[in-house]
Nanobody
Framework: VQLTESGGGSVQTGGSLTLSCDVS????????VAWFRQAPGKEREGVAI???????GYAERVKGRFTISQDNAKRTLYLQMQSLKPEDTAMYYC???????????????????WGQGTQVTVSS
């Protein structure tokens, strides 16, 4: 499994960005897929997740602003980000992992495969 992110950049507060993650292999039907982020000096935190049945979940701090989606034909995972805030500044990673106890859980330790990351910087 290989994951490759793109689409990061620098925007002002209130701006928008869409991140993409190209995946190799039959990832979407086999794994949970998710976006995580990590700011300097902070732990990696989950942002949004899709399970193999299409169920979606979000971290509370991004609900209503971020949208996760996938295009099976293009083998691409997306993260649309709107109303960006300076606290959204981080390296963003896409990841794939197995279910735990029958569920996709948005915890970094449960994800096996990671992309190299793409930087998002939001200025005030």
């Amino acid at each position: 499994v290989q994951l490759t992110e793109s689409g990061g950049g620098s925007v002002q507060t209130g701006g928008s960005l869409t991140l993409s993650c190209d995946v190799s292999g039959d990832v979407f039907s086999s794994y949970c897929v998710a976006w995580f982020r990590q700011a300097p000096g902070k732990e990696r935190e989950g942002v949004a997740i899709i399970d193999s049945d299409g169920g979606i979940g979000y971290a509370e701090r991004v609900k209503g602003r971020f949208t996760i989606s996938q295009d099976n034909a293009k083998r691409t995972l997306y993260l649309q980000m709107q109303s960006l805030k300076p606290e959204d500044t981080a390296m963003y990673y896409c990841a794939a992992g197995n279910q735990r106890w029958g569920y996709c859980v948005l915890v970094a330790a449960y994800f096996l495969y990671w992309g190299q990351g793409t930087q998002v910087t939001v200025s005030s």
